[in-house]
């Protein structure tokens, strides 16, 4: 995997950006994205394409980003119709696994979603998980919103990466005002070293803002993460936020 060595040497933060594609995608945009990741170097970036389309990252000749699964089977291997397993997503070069997204939250309650960060870890798997109060929450002020991430928090243990993504936020366009977002970030910090990243309506107007707030260590990207240009927008956007001494690329998130 090429990745220049400039961004080894700082100490600090590192940053990321992840890509979920969700049930969308092509043949041809996993083309595209190979063709244009060679610009996006010096930022660890990791792709989430559907099942079927991992193919085409493992086995490209060159490849600039890692790859990862929006979810896996909480189950080792057997007969669960349907599922795929971390072992396979391991022979398939994944590298993360997201969990607990709140589009798979409506069908997966904690103890699903606990099984799957365990099990994703025991097989060499990143895990992403996702957490996000809904409106109704939000509604409630800061308090209410801190008191329910922090019960979502509750599997920190198992994870290596912490995605916070209002769902209000989700696809909606919408995205948190930036100080109370900051509050809610550093909030999360005081009971985690993990990194915290943000996901909901990142578009590359917004890449800025959130770059600014010096505890957010990455975005998560869904729907601009199918239109290259815009993809490729953001990831030169928010390299160009990198605070100064600020490591934005880390093998250790390999
Ligand atoms: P969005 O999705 O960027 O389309 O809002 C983010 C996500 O669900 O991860």
Same mark, same amino acid.
């Given at each position: 995997m090429y990745f220049p060595t400039l961004y080894h040497n700082s100490c600090a933060l590192a940053r990321m950006i992840i890509a979920n594609w969700k049930a969308q995608g092509s043949e041809e945009l996993c083309q595209q994205y190979i063709r244009n990741? $060679?610009?996006?170097?010096?930022i660890n970036i990791v792709v989430c394409p559907p099942y079927p389309y991992l193919k085409y990252f493992t086995n490209s000749?060159?490849?600039?980003f890692l790859l990862g699964a929006q979810t896996c089977s909480s189950?080792?291997?057997? $007969?669960?119709?349907?599922e795929v397993t971390c072992r396979m997503l391991k022979e398939f070069n994944c590298n993360y696994v997201i969990i607990g997204h709140s589009e798979r939250r409506a069908f997966e309650d904690n103890d699903v979603i606990e099984k799957k960060l365990v099990i994703a870890k025991k097989y060499g798997l990143k895990t992403i998980l996702c957490i996000g109060e809904p409106i109704t929450i939000k509604q409630e002020g800061y308090n209410a919103i801190i008191s329910y991430l922090n019960n979502q928090l509750r599997m920190i243990k198992y994870c290596d990466i912490i995605a916070y993504e209002p769902i209000w936020a989700i696809g909606t366009g919408l995205t948190p005002d930036l100080e109370e977002l900051s509050l809610i970030i550093r909030a999360l910090k005081q009971h985690t070293t993990k990194p915290i990243i943000y996901g909901g309506s990142v578009d590359p107007s917004k890449v800025q803002h959130l770059g600014a707030i010096q505890e957010l260590q990455g975005l998560l990207i869904g729907s601009?993460?199918?239109?290259p240009s815009e993809f490729s927008e953001i990831v030169y956007n928010y390299k160009g936020t990198k605070i100064s001494n600020e490591k934005l690329y880390d093998s250790s998130l390999e």
């Open positions: 990741s $060679a610009e996006w170097y010096g000749i060159r490849s600039d189950h080792e291997d057997g $007969a669960y119709t349907g601009a993460s199918l239109r």
